[in-house]
């Protein structure tokens, strides 16, 4: 059984950084993608970032957050981490991992990820 566990979040004020951690278990092999969403109240969930797992580890960033976050991973841990630096109050939202089994490229649609983590609170006061 996939599990994905978020670690890190909380309050922040603007201009600083937080450091978010997905932990994966469960997958048998690494063929498989990650990715983070967020959710503000009141808006739909966005793409926020993604990197492959298997081959080179491929990036891909929203424009909101491209320069300021950098996504990477530990394929030894399974794990997937966000830094996120010079943080705005528009970035306040629940964080979400996701990930799905592919050999492709991590995709920007929420619809195509089968396993999603709890969610983590990121607020970014002024």
């Known amino acids: 059984q996939v599990q994905l566990v978020e670690s890190g979040g909380g309050l922040v004020q603007v201009g600083g950084s937080l450091r978010l951690s997905c932990a994966a278990s469960g997958f048998t092999s690494n063929n498989f993608g990650m990715a983070w969403f967020r959710q503000a109240p009141g808006k739909e969930r966005e793409f926020v970032a993604s990197?492959?797992?298997?081959?080179?580890?491929?990036?891909d960033y929203s424009d909101s957050v491209k320069g300021r976050f950098t996504i990477s991973r530990d394929n030894a841990k399974s794990t997937v981490s966000l830094q996120m630096n010079n943080l705005k109050p528009e970035d306040t939202a629940v964080y979400y991992c996701a990930a799905l089994v592919t050999f492709g490229n991590s995709p920007r649609s929420s619809d195509r990820y089968n396993y999603w983590g709890q969610g983590t609170q990121v607020t970014v006061s002024s």
């Open positions: 990197i492959n797992i298997w081959g080179g580890g491929r990036t």
